[in-house]
């Protein structure tokens, strides 16, 4: 470990271990960046040991995922609550909690209400994912939100992410889950209904169509449960949504009347 990397480490209270449960295509991500500066110890539901040792972490139970200075919750939302539930009795009192789920006004309550008093909380969003930083963090952005831990252990934390070259934006679980339904949820709405519509690769194309067939390919890369998730417990996507189609059906309706704009 480098000289800068010692210093960020010991900057974040001392911390040498990190817990991560859950290794899907971005806990994996998480563990080969975090494995750099780190211990990290992995717990998945289904083996996946030679992946995890392969990303520089080691494989664990979750009770010895849980016993970590920090833990990082990386798993499909919808089982985020279950999965609240059965670690809460494991976590040292100490413990900082991180999750990285897409929304985040329900997983903050549920953090808020299921995790013991005692441990600090923060809420994350990484802006990227293992396709966009598979070869680096730079300039990728995170959202991060100050659920219940102390102003200077804060800055620590914000401190270690800008040093990885991250774009750290501090933000409320509100004001997040409003922009995210736009910039994120809609989007990904837009690329499935693309695929729906089996959008494909054209000889006579232009560049606006190769940017959508770019969204297309982005958004079937991830699970559709996270799509559902995205949706789901995000208070504000609905609503979205049904703007988006409005919108479509009021030019759909100007097309069919041949009215101008």
């Known amino acids: ?12 209270n001392n911390v040498d271990m990190i817990g991560i449960i859950g290794f899907g295509r971005f806990g994996e991500l998480m563990a080969g960046y975090l494995s750099k500066d ?43 609550q279950e999965m609240l539930k059965k670690i809460a009795p494991m976590l040292r009192e100490d413990a900082v909690i ?25 809420a994350t969003h990484p802006m990227f994912g ?7 963090l730079h300039d990728g952005k995170i959202v ?32 997040h889950d409003r922009q995210i339904a736009v910039s994120l ?18 000889i006579i194309d232009t560049e606006g169509y190769k940017r959508l ?10 699970t559709w449960q996270l799509f559902a998730d995205m949706h789901r417990y995000n208070p504000y996507a609905k609503e979205k949504r049904q703007a988006f189609m409005a919108a479509m059906a009021r030019l759909e309706e100007k097309l069919t009347k041949g009215d101008s704009p």
């Open 1 to 12: 470990m480098g000289r800068r990397a010692r210093a960020i480490t010991k900057g974040c």
């Open 130 to 136: 293992p396709d966009s930083a598979a070869d680096s």
């Open 185 to 202: 949820s809609l989007t990904h709405f837009i690329g499935r209904a693309l695929d729906e519509f089996s959008a494909e690769e054209l």
């Open 38 to 80: 780190f211990q990290v110890k992995v717990y998945n539901r289904s083996d996946k040991q030679a992946k995890i040792e392969a990303a520089g972490a080691v494989s664990v139970s979750l009770e010895e995922a849980c016993r970590q200075k920090v833990v990082i919750l990386s798993v499909p939302i919808s089982t985020m």
């Open 213 to 222: 067939l770019h969204i297309l390919g982005v958004v079937t890369h991830d």
């Open 144 to 175: 991060v939100c100050n659920v219940r831990m102390n102003d200077a252990r804060f800055s620590k934390i914000k401190s270690y992410l800008t040093g990885k070259g991250l774009i750290v934006i501090d933000s409320t679980p509100e004001a």
């Open 98 to 122: 991180a999750d990285v789920c897409s929304v985040k006004v329900y997983p903050v309550q549920w953090m808020r209400d299921l995790l013991p008093e005692s441990v600090s909380i923060v």
